[in-house]
């Protein structure tokens, strides 16, 4: 559960964080690779760590994830320029990869199917109520101490997480051989990242419609498809086929898939909506944030209960709904509505995210034995942060190119005058030009918000094809 919370604390702290790290650091442009990194290597590794922690245990593999978590933190605490922190965050997110889906994991070993979706509500509740912290603390350290400070927060909590399950996590499975799966790792990795540079940088270092945007983004399809040949035939796949072939799997998958992408977009862009565009301090933008992390435990806690007497289906659905409304809720949101109203709608995302996450867990883990409960833990983790990844990704390249033309048309040739909107000068900049960034900002962060619309009816779209009989774990 403290590894839960540092991830949870990570999360938020790093949202409320950037337009701080930004306004010192500048580099506006690279604002969603320090997201991005993070994300790619998160979710590459995750079915990995997944994968090994099924043949070699939970405890080894859940320390190296943290002892390369902390060193990433690290690093990011003491980076001076925002190439520096990327890099760092590459780092950072090798070791996150383990730390999410094997404390999930090792609930799900410790207790029955039976008992499984009310611990885990519970372990959810970690996560919503450390993360209600997240924000709120964020904010503070940034007005007081500085945001390296929101890094190396993670140092004392990974210790004393990692003390804890060395000493007490017993474990007695049996190390075997493993063939592990280096190409797949490979070509995902390559795949995504490519995908990732051309949806951020596009428009921006190179026209949408040129050569260069086509080849990068066919050759990324390219490797994806090579990469699902490969995990047909591979030995040790990181991502099983036979995982698949369940209709509830598959369906919770593809829905998490969608709520990563929702989730990346509001944590990542609302704290800069709230401090750019309606011109709040970095402790109220954390406030905003604070009302998921209220809303996603309350909702978790209830979800565990449900499941068990009104099933996957209903319990699903009623986690679909509330996302819709908050993103219907953004969908209208003007900046004089100011923060309470973005703390409002923020609450349904979180209700949504309570109930689903907690739905799919429970569900997927009941479907599977000892032996694969880490990989089948890790593939419904890993769509999430696929989502996650490429949500990073695309509303990055959508604010950069609305952005830079918005500014453009202004008369603004580059986005260092974004960067007086989070804490830098801006005698060389007159009113009218700044108001003219104020309110590209705000068109560029609006199409975002618009877009979490289209996500959420598709989730509940495909939540709606899920199994009704209530006794969904006989059929998995």
């Known amino acids: 559960m403290l590894a839960m919370f540092m991830g949870a604390v990570e999360a938020t702290i790093i949202s409320t964080a950037m337009p701080s790290i930004v306004g010192d650091l500048g580099g506006f442009q690279y604002y969603s690779w320090v997201f991005s990194a993070y994300l790619l290597m998160n979710t590459v590794t995750i079915l990995i760590y997944g994968k090994l922690s099924d043949l070699y245990g939970r405890k080894p593999i859940?320390?190296?994830?943290?002892?390369?978590?902390?060193?990433?933190?690290?690093g990011c605490g003491f980076s001076s320029s925002m190439p520096m922190l990327i890099a760092f965050r590459f780092l950072q997110g090798i070791g996150a990869g383990a730390v999410l889906p094997i404390a999930t994991t090792i609930v799900g070993d410790l207790y029955s199917p039976e008992e499984r979706a009310k611990i885990q509500g519970y372990?959810?509740?970690?996560?919503?109520?450390?993360?209600?912290?997240?924000?709120a603390i964020g904010g503070i350290i940034v007005q007081s101490i500085g945001w390296p400070f929101v890094f190396f927060i993670n140092i004392p909590i990974g210790i004393v997480s990692l003390v804890i399950v060395l000493v007490f996590l017993k474990e007695t499975n049996k190390k075997e051989s493993i063939h592990l799966d280096k190409l797949g790792a490979i070509l995902l990795t390559l795949s995504l990242g490519l995908f990732m540079y051309v949806i951020v940088d596009g428009g921006i270092r190179w026209g949408w419609n040129s050569g260069l945007t086509w080849l990068l983004l066919i050759f990324s399809f390219v490797l994806l498809g090579v990469f699902l040949l490969h995990e047909r035939k591979a030995k040790d796949p990181m991502m099983p086929v036979e995982l698949w072939k369940n209709r509830s799997i598959f369906i919770a998958n593809q829905v998490s898939f969608f709520s990563g992408l929702l989730l990346i977009g509001l944590s990542t862009f609302l704290p800069t909506y709230v401090q750019g565009v309606m011109g709040k301090s970095?402790?109220?933008?954390?406030f905003t944030l604070t009302a998921i992390s209220i809303g996603w435990p309350i909702a978790a806690t209830i979800a565990g209960r449900l499941l068990l007497s009104l099933g996957y289906f209903t319990t699903s659905?009623?986690?679909?709904?509330?996302?819709?409304?908050?993103?219907?809720?953004?969908?209208?949101?003007?900046?004089?509505?100011?923060?309470l109203y973005a703390g409002f709608s923020s609450f349904f995302i979180g209700v949504g995210m309570g109930f689903t996450s907690t739905a799919f867990i429970v569900t997927i883990q009941n479907s599977v034995g000892w032996e694969k409960r880490g990989v089948a833990t890790a593939t419904n983790l890993f769509m999430r942060n696929l989502g996650n990844t490429i949500g990073a990704a695309f509303f990055g390249g959508i604010v950069n190119f609305q952005l830079l033309r918005y500014l453009k048309d202004a008369g603004i040739t580059n986005f260092e005058g974004v960067n007086v909107l989070f804490g830098e000068g801006t005698s060389e900049f007159s009113a009218l030009e700044l108001s003219a960034i104020g309110e590209g900002l705000e068109v560029a962060l609006g199409t975002v918000f618009n877009i979490l619309l289209l996500f959420a009816l598709t989730s509940i779209i495909i939540i709606y094809f899920l199994p009704r009989r209530r006794k969904e774990r006989e059929e998995l």
């Not at 970095?282 to 954390?286: I, K």
């Not at 659905?317 to 923060?339: K, N, Q, S």
């Open 317 to 339: 659905m009623i986690g679909g709904g509330a996302l819709l409304i908050g993103t219907l809720l953004f969908f209208f949101m003007e900046p004089t509505y100011g923060p």
């Open 62 to 74: 859940f320390t190296i994830g943290v002892v390369l978590f902390l060193l990433g933190s690290i």
């Open 282 to 286: 970095p402790t109220v933008a954390g």
């Open 123 to 135: 372990l959810s509740s970690v996560w919503g109520i450390s993360a209600v912290s997240g924000p």
